[in-house]
């Protein structure tokens, strides 16, 4: 059974960082696309980073320059490093797997529809 699971959210002020983990079991973690999302009240959720298993990035325009997303094979563990936070980036953060078809497929949003995903960590960032 895959499971993912989520940590390191918390309440941070504007400008600050934290440093989200997803611990994956159930999965031959190497093998898989993983990407972290987010989902604000009220708002749609949308993609953040993704990262295929060779370890090729991509990340969406809003967190460009501030965020890392970083995995660690021997351990089954995602990360995703966030620094310069600002108030918009407060959401629910979640954590997401699918087979890795081919690369590309790890850096469309639809690849992680009905897959693997974890319940959640919060991220609060404060003006």
């Known amino acids: 059974q895959v499971q993912l699971v989520e940590s390191g959210g918390g309440s941070v002020q504007a400008g600050g960082s934290l440093r989200l983990s997803c611990a994956a079991s159930?999965?031959?973690?190497?093998?898989?696309?993983m990407a972290w999302f987010r989902q604000a009240p009220g708002k749609e959720r949308e993609a953040v980073a993704f990262?295929?298993?060779?370890?090729?990035?991509r990340y969406r325009d809003y967190v460009t320059g501030r965020f890392t997303i970083s995995k660690d094979n021997a351990k089954n563990t995602l990360y995703l490093q966030m620094n310069s936070l600002k108030p918009e980036d407060t959401a629910m953060y979640y954590c997401?797997?699918?087979?890795?078809?081919?690369?590309?497929?790890?850096?469309?949003?639809?690849?992680?529809?009905?897959?693997?995903w974890g319940q959640g960590t919060q991220v609060t960032v404060s003006s």
């Open positions: 990262i295929a298993p060779g370890g090729s990035d």
């Open positions: 159930g999965l031959t973690f190497s093998l898989y696309c």
């Open positions: 997401a797997a699918a087979f890795a078809h081919y690369e590309y497929s790890c850096y469309l949003p639809t690849t992680y529809d009905s897959k693997y």
